[in-house]
T-cell receptor, first 113, second 116 residues
Framework: GNSVTQMEGPVTLSEEAFLTINCTYT??????LFWYVQYPGEGLQLLLK?????DKGSNKGFEATYRKETTSFHLEKGSVQVSDSAVYFC????????????FGTGTKLQVIP | GAVVSQHPSWVICKSGTSVKIECRSL??????MFWYRQFPKQSLMLMAT?????????EQGVEKDKFLINHASLTLSTLTVTSAHPEDSSFYIC????????????FGDGTRLSIL
């Protein structure tokens, strides 16, 4: 079955530091890949997505590239801000059908001034 | 963009009460909606897939009679926690997606349910 593995948190960084959150997956076929962000007490918001190999998703300074050869979708940001503090979930969904989403366990990011 | 509204955002009630949570897609139609449960500091657990006009598909281990799902229209799905008990206290989140391949799920803001 499908699975998503994320690096364990929490990750604590100073403001303006470089961020990488690793994500690898196992899936049948050619899934779409997503990063969602959850701020305290809120639901999930889509941060970015990629639907095929070598696609790069980007939003708000965050980037992730769909690497089929390494089955990875690592999240990166060049300079984090305090407002980026949240929990980040890597996720995948197979195309077609109900597109059931499989989530990673989430990585909590804390950015300190 | 696609917006999903979930209501209420917070519920506190006595043990034995039934609680209904609504999930609406505000600017798109969703044949399929999803209900998740999230325990503190944990990932989302898919409870069921809600299908418009037909019965929901429940994940293994989720009690169908406990968590009643109704998806009566293309923009509304409801989750009713029947005879809720303290162990049902959790954060419940719904999602919906446009009916096209590759489209992401859009999530509601969640409902925090506290059973006393």
């Amino acid at each position: 079955g499908n699975s998503v593995t994320q690096m364990e948190g929490p990750v604590t960084l100073s403001e303006e530091a470089f961020l990488t959150i690793n994500c690898t997956y196992t899936a049948t076929g050619y899934p779409s890949l997503f990063w969602y962000v959850q701020y305290p007490g809120e639901g999930l918001q889509l941060l970015l997505k990629a639907t095929k190999a070598d696609d790069k998703g980007s939003n708000k300074g965050f980037e992730a590239t769909y690497r089929k050869e390494t089955t990875s979708f690592h999240l990166e940001k060049g300079s984090v801000q305090v407002s980026d503090s949240a929990v980040y979930f890597c996720a995948l969904a197979n195309s077609g059908g109900y597109q059931k989403v499989t989530f990673g366990t989430g990585t909590k990011l804390q950015v300190i001034p | 963009g696609a917006v999903v509204s979930q209501h209420p955002s917070w519920v506190i009630c006595k043990s034995g009460t039934s609680v209904k949570i609504e999930c609406r897609s505000l600017d798109f139609q969703a044949t399929t909606m999803f209900w998740y449960r999230q325990f503190p500091k944990q990932s989302l657990m898919l409870m069921a897939t809600s299908n418009e006009g037909s019965k929901a598909t429940y994940e293994q281990g989720v009690e169908k009679d406990k968590f009643l799902i109704n998806h009566a229209s293309l923009t509304l799905s409801t989750l009713t926690v029947t005879s809720a008990h303290p162990e049902d206290s959790s954060f419940y989140i719904c999602s919906a997606r446009l009916d096209r391949d590759g489209q992401p799920q859009h999530f509601g803001d969640g409902t925090r349910l506290s059973i006393l």
